[in-house]
Nanobody, 119 residues
Framework: QEQFVESGGGLVQPGGSLTLSCSAS????????MGWYRQSPGKERELVAG???????NYDDSVKGRFTISRDNIKNTLYLQMNSLKPEDTAAYYC?????????????WGQGTQVTVSS
């Protein structure tokens, strides 16, 4: 199974921005659908955003208008631009390839990258 590596997390104040990256060992052309999930303590992992190879996107209602998912198939990297961050966005963020832009993770989970939104 493909192993993805997430990076770019950190501590940010409310209203701030972060960009997460997800790298793969193979070309992203191998993965039609990819996405970002997040998980906070005591909660289930939830889909944040999904994207197809044709750049069709899907976002959870809680992040619409604030987060942007994108992919660079040449650099083998998936991105999540996060703006106007809120404390409730605090979580570990993971990427994976999906069954569709609406979810259905197919690969194994990586280490994730921690995002903490706090003043």
């Amino acid at each position: 199974q493909e192993q993805f590596v997430e990076s770019g997390g950190g501590l940010v104040q409310p209203g701030g921005s972060l960009t997460l990256s997800c790298s793969a060992s193979r070309s992203l052309w191998n993965f039609v659908y990819m996405g970002w999930y997040r998980q906070s303590p005591g909660k289930e992992r939830e889909l944040v955003a999904g994207i197809s190879s044709a750049d069709k996107t899907n976002y959870d209602d809680s992040v619409k208008g604030r987060f942007t998912i994108s992919r660079d198939n040449i650099k083998n990297t998936l991105y999540l631009q996060m703006n106007s961050l809120k404390p409730e966005d605090t979580a570990a963020y993971y990427c994976n390839h999906l069954l569709s832009v609406y979810g259905g993770p197919l690969g194994s989970w990586g280490q994730g990258t921690q995002v903490t939104v706090s003043s």
